[in-house]
């Protein structure tokens, strides 16, 4: 899995909305929140659009090398299997969203809300046969205080995983509506390459970043020893346009959610979704192996 990850030609889909994104997820699938009632309807909605996925034809490890999971999809079952053993006999990769969610913004940075219960849920994600783990915070602001912060803490949490057996995707989001976007991807870049650099022991991280505002500024993370792979949210923009911003930086990978998802729906026959589905992966995967000058 590592050498699939490190070298493998393709992305990684992110198919972890949690309680607070999955209404609009639905929604944009053509299910809309009139057509459900209570958390365990909606839950079970979502896992059937992943399974769905998961299951698909067209969804394979030949240009998908990575998934990254939602806790209650890794517990469910896809094609009458668990979903971790679906996806690794498709040749793609594991991972789960540990985070529970963002604390209020302070210093203008949304920092992850505590997780007391992680040691325990990364023992059983192990056992399950995932690979690795992805943590997002958030930052608003080019404050360099706050960003500091989100680093610190996105390094404590990856340290954490690493100790309980599994990859960490470290995912301090810079959010792309920012008025001082460019800036914040500066101060973002030079406080991870400080803890990459001083982070202990051998071990290696992943990086989710957003796509930067200017072109190839991550390369030196993409560069770094320390890293195995940079990825990049999508962060809101249509699949197009994440795509073409995609290409334009050398070495970094997509791990797209709405981008991804943003044409299939409900209603469509396996036909039709199917197509749709294998449309958006070829756009994704070409973005992320073919990169323009």
């Given at each position: 899995?590592?050498t699939?990850i490190?070298?493998g030609?393709?992305?990684?889909?992110?198919?972890?909305?949690?309680?607070?994104s999955?209404?609009?997820?639905?929604?944009g699938?053509?299910?809309?929140?009139?057509a459900?009632?209570g958390?365990?309807?909606m839950f079970?909605?979502i896992?059937?659009?992943r399974?769905?996925?998961?299951?698909?034809?067209?969804?394979?490890?030949?240009?998908v090398?990575?998934?990254?999971?939602?806790?209650?999809?890794?517990?469910?079952?896809?094609g009458?299997k668990p979903?971790?053993?679906?996806l690794?006999e498709r040749?793609?990769?594991?991972?789960?969203?540990?985070?529970?969610?963002?604390?209020?913004e302070?210093?203008?940075?949304?920092?992850?809300?505590?997780?007391?219960?992680?040691?325990?849920?990364?023992?059983?994600?192990k056992?399950?046969g995932?690979?690795?783990?992805?943590?997002r915070?958030?930052?608003?602001?080019?404050?360099?205080?706050?960003?500091?912060?989100i680093v610190?803490?996105?390094?404590?949490?990856?340290?954490?995983?690493?100790?309980?057996?599994?990859?960490?995707?470290l995912?301090?989001?810079?959010?792309?509506?920012?008025?001082?976007?460019?800036?914040?991807d500066?101060?973002l870049?030079?406080?991870?390459?400080?803890?990459?650099?001083?982070?202990?022991?051998?071990?290696?991280v992943m990086?989710?970043?957003s796509?930067?505002?200017k072109?190839?500024l991550?390369?030196?993370?993409v560069d770094?020893?320390?890293?195995?792979?940079?990825?990049?949210?999508?962060?809101?923009?249509?699949?197009?346009?994440?795509?073409?911003?995609?290409?334009?930086?050398?070495g970094?990978?997509?791990?797209?959610?709405?981008?991804?998802?943003?044409?299939?729906?409900?209603?469509?026959?396996?036909a039709?979704f199917?197509?749709?589905?294998?449309?958006?992966?070829?756009?994704?995967?070409?973005?992320?192996?073919?990169?323009?000058?």
């Open positions: 899995m590592t699939k490190a070298a030609h393709g992305f990684i889909a992110a198919l972890d909305q949690s309680g607070g999955t209404p609009k997820a639905l929604a699938y053509g299910i809309e929140p009139s459900y009632s958390d365990e309807a079970g909605l896992h059937d659009m399974s769905r996925i998961i299951t698909s034809p067209v969804f394979t490890g030949e240009k090398i990575g998934a990254i999971l939602f806790e209650r999809t890794m517990d469910g079952q896809a009458g979903v971790p053993t679906a690794i040749g793609v990769v594991p991972f789960i969203k540990i985070d529970k969610g963002l604390e209020d302070k210093d203008g940075v949304q920092l992850m809300k505590p997780m007391p219960e992680l040691d325990a849920l990364l023992a059983r994600a056992g399950l995932v690979f690795g783990t992805k943590e915070s958030v930052v608003n602001l080019a404050n360099p205080a706050g960003i500091a912060g610190k803490q996105q390094f404590e949490i990856g340290a954490q995983v690493i100790a309980g057996g599994l990859m960490p995707i995912e301090p989001e810079v959010n792309i509506k920012s008025p001082e976007r460019a800036e914040a500066q101060i870049m030079d406080e991870i390459l400080k803890a990459l650099d001083a982070f202990p022991g051998t071990d290696k990086l989710k970043l796509l930067p505002a072109e190839g991550f390369q030196p993370l770094h020893p320390r890293v195995l792979r940079v990825v990049a949210l999508s962060g809101g923009f249509k699949r197009p346009e994440a795509c073409v911003e995609l290409a334009r930086n050398p970094i990978i997509a791990s797209f959610s709405r981008a991804l998802l943003e044409d299939l729906r409900f209603q469509m026959t396996d039709e199917d197509a749709a589905l294998a449309e958006a992966i070829d756009a994704i995967y070409g973005a992320s192996v073919n990169k323009t000058a």
